[in-house]
């Protein structure tokens, strides 16, 4: 058990996380910037703007001192977003352990650069240990497991022991931890799954029913491994739990800040507007606009992702978009990703 595990920042999803490591037995320091959210948790054991009416466990401590946080911690978990992690990762080197485990739990890519969180992280973090820093993902409502709901997910990592490590950490009899030497596969997917949640909650706010839906997220996990093998992931990562099994729950579920923003734009409601009503980050925003850039980058079709790009960024309509999507040229289903994938199963 570690002495000391910090959590940053105090979203929905790493109050989740400290709410595990607390029924772990862990003394959490949950960092925020905000200092009346470091206060009502302190003082009412509350986070009452991402998790309304949870109690949560008196080990859980917050902090609004970075340095405090960081320093002398044998394990971080970063749940930072994905446009704040480089920042975040440049303030928190001169207080961090170069052997501390880190963890981070982001689902998306660097706007600008294209580079996952774990290179994100080895830029600013140069002294830290590579064999030491992990990726959590997988089907993970934070609203759910903040109750405790069984849920199950991935950390991947170089070093198979700081996988387990970060296993060890977390796991319980509610929050089952497996592992996966896939770090480039487990971000990926966890990343651009949100891309077809978008378009999940599009299709539900069209009214388009469960077959379009299915159609959807088939031919949507085909474009993930797609790209995923082309930037060095193991296409059969994407058969796991940060590939269809969080593409399943993200795109199913109400809980879904992805999906709930693609109703939204359904609705014709502006996409500034949608973010702005939200109020939390919709991580699958951004990450249209890299996986557009990121498959030019590496020849990898993606036409559901093109079309999702040109409803949010080029204002064309959900309805005609559909209507381009179905109408593309015949082509066959079994990919050569798909057929390696087999092959590599029946070897």
Not at 63 to 71: I, K, M, N, Y
Not at 143 to 156: D, G, L, Q, Y
Not at 182 to 195: F, P, Q, R, S, T
């Amino acid at each position: 058990m570690s002495n000391k595990v910090s959590v940053l920042v105090a979203g929905s999803w790493g109050t989740a996380l400290a709410t595990v490591l607390a029924d772990n037995g862990h003394q959490v320091l949950l960092w925020s910037r905000n200092e009346e959210q470091v206060r009502e948790i302190n003082e009412q054991n509350r986070n009452s703007r991402f998790l309304q009416d949870v109690e949560l466990s008196p080990l859980i401590v917050a902090t609004h001192s970075l340095q405090g946080a960081v320093e002398g911690a044998d394990a971080i978990i970063m749940v930072v977003p994905s446009s704040g992690m480089r920042e975040v990762a440049s303030n928190m080197r001169p207080y961090l352990n170069k052997d501390a485990l880190l963890i981070h739990a982001t689902k998306g890519f660097e706007t600008g650069s294209l580079k996952r969180m774990t290179e994100v992280i080895a830029d600013e973090l140069p002294e830290i240990n590579p064999n030491r820093l992990v990726v959590l993902s997988g089907p993970s409502h934070a609203e759910e497991v903040i109750r405790k709901c069984p849920t199950t997910v991935v950390v991947a990592a170089q070093d198979l022991e700081a996988a387990e490590a970060a296993q060890d950490l977390l796991i319980n009899a509610y929050f089952r931890v497996y592992t996966n030497p896939d770090v480039a596969g487990v971000e990926v997917g966890g990343a651009l799954k949100n891309i077809i949640a978008l378009g999940a909650g599009l299709t539900d706010g069209l009214g388009f029913g469960d077959n379009a839906k299915a159609a959807l997220m088939t031919r949507g996990l085909a474009e993930i491994a797609r790209l995923g093998t082309a930037m060095g992931a193991n296409p059969l990562t994407f058969a796991g739990l940060a590939g269809i099994g969080d593409l399943i729950v993200t795109c199913t579920s109400q809980h879904s800040r992805n999906w709930r923003a693609g109703n939204k734009l359904a609705k014709g409601i502006p996409l500034d507007e949608v973010l702005q009503e939200m109020g939390m980050v919709v991580e699958g925003v951004k990450t249209t606009k890299a996986a557009y850039e990121l498959s030019r980058r590496y020849d990898a079709t993606m036409p559901i992702t093109d079309e999702l790009y040109k409803v949010l960024f080029d204002g064309k309509s959900p309805q005609l978009a559909a209507q381009d999507l179905m109408g593309r040229v015949r082509t066959h289903e079994i990919e050569e990703v798909a057929t390696d994938a087999i092959t590599n199963v029946l070897k």
